[in-house]
């Protein structure tokens, strides 16, 4: 553990890393912020510590190009730990929207600035997600395919549920996906906090847990919300 203050000590992190010097450098610089945790590439251990020290958010550090890392990362999020990132260098856009597909909620590029790294980590952590512009809006134009495949009569009939704020601030999201929090809550004219309460309610009623639930589910049900009003 650094000597350093950590500056946010109720955050804590699982990093799943291996013993490349890249990885190694991405700990040393996060226990400068965060309460980390490290863990091999074993993912039920992986899977052991997470149950454990229920972190608030969790860092694949493996390298994400080799079929074999992706695997195991698709495994680890079929198991239900959708609050995970990847940290990698050059990935193709390919691999990004494959596994942001599969539930991945960010990628943190090892060519980041440190200072945004640590603004990517805590809005992670908050539940939001991390995606650059370009990322976004492939997977905006990828909605066709998201649709034919995945939009259901019972997404339609969650939808109908929303109250009509609720319908509003849900139709909002969907026309800024990628956004963060402070700016939807501007488009609004709210404040965060009020924000954040409404996106709880939302969750339940559409059965999601997060933000990154309520993106992909927004991306295949996106020709319900009327933007003509």
């Not at 650094?2 to 040393?28: G, H, R, W, Y």
């Not at 997977?139 to 319908?167: A, C, T, W, Y």
Request: hydrophobic share 40%; glycine share 4%; charged share 25%.
């Amino acid at each position: 553990m650094s000597d350093q203050v950590i500056e946010f000590p109720n955050i804590k992190l699982v990093v799943i890393t291996n013993q490349s010097m890249l990885s190694a450098s991405l700990v040393v610089f996060l226990t400068k912020y965060f309460v980390i945790h490290t863990v091999d590439d074993d993912i039920k251990k992986a899977e052991r510590l997470i149950d454990e020290v229920k972190p608030q958010h969790i860092i694949y550090c493996l390298d994400a190009k080799s079929e074999k890392a992706q695997k195991s990362l698709i495994e680890l999020l079929r198991a239900g730990y959708l609050n995970t990132s990847i940290f990698a260098v050059d990935l193709s856009s390919e691999v990004q929207d494959k596994l942001v597909m599969y539930g991945v909620k960010g990628v943190l590029d090892g060519a980041m600035k440190p200072e945004h790294m640590v603004k990517a980590v805590r809005r992670l952590c908050d539940g939001e997600i991390w995606l650059d512009r370009k990322s976004t809006t492939r997977l905006i134009k990828m909605l066709p395919q998201v649709h034919q495949h995945f939009n259901s009569g019972r997404d339609v009939n969650l939808i109908k549920k929303l109250s009509s704020r609720e319908f509003e601030i849900v139709k909002v999201c969907s026309q800024m996906l990628g956004a963060t929090n402070k700016e939807i809550a501007k488009r609004l004219f709210i404040n965060e906090s009020s924000l954040r309460n409404y996106l709880s309610g939302i969750y339940s009623t559409l059965m999601l847990k997060n933000r990154h639930e309520l993106f992909l589910f927004l991306m295949r049900n996106k020709d319900q919300f009327d933007f003509s009003k």
